[in-house]
Nanobody, 119 residues
Framework: QVQLVESGGGLVQPGGSLRLSCAASGSIFSINNMGWYRQAPGNQRELVATSGDSTSYADSVRGRFTISGDNARNTVYLQMNSLKPEDTAVYYC???????????????WGQGTQITVSS
């Protein structure tokens, strides 16, 4: 089995910063890429940032958020600066992982962590 465990969510004032972490564990053969999505109430889940062979960001977070990874620990981070109320959402970690028990990569999701930006 493969699990993604997120941490680092919470309440922050506008203009503040938070750092999310997501660690993949279990029977992992290889990780193709890892990233973050978010979903605000009433909205569809949207891409925030991904990393792998290259990094990409949603236009709404480019320049404020930074995605990084620690390959040795199968962990991805999302540093979020200059947070705005519109960043409020549940943030989900995702990874394309080839487990030991599969011949092809599988998309996995974390349980989600709430980020609330409010004064």
């Amino acid at each position: 089995q493969v699990q993604l465990v997120e941490s680092g969510g919470g309440l922050v004032q506008p203009g503040g910063s938070l750092r999310l972490s997501c660690a993949a564990s279990g029977s992992i053969f290889s990780i193709n890429n890892m990233g973050w999505y978010r979903q605000a109430p009433g909205n569809q889940r949207e891409l925030v940032a991904t990393s792998g062979d290259s990094t990409s960001y949603a236009d709404s977070v480019r320049g404020r958020f930074t995605i990084s990874g620690d390959n040795a620990r199968n962990t991805v981070y999302l540093q979020m600066n200059s947070l705005k109320p519109e960043d409020t959402a549940v943030y989900y970690c995702t990874a394309l992982i080839k487990p030991l028990t599969s011949t092809r990569p599988i998309r996995y999701w974390g349980q989600g962590t709430q980020i609330t930006v409010s004064s």
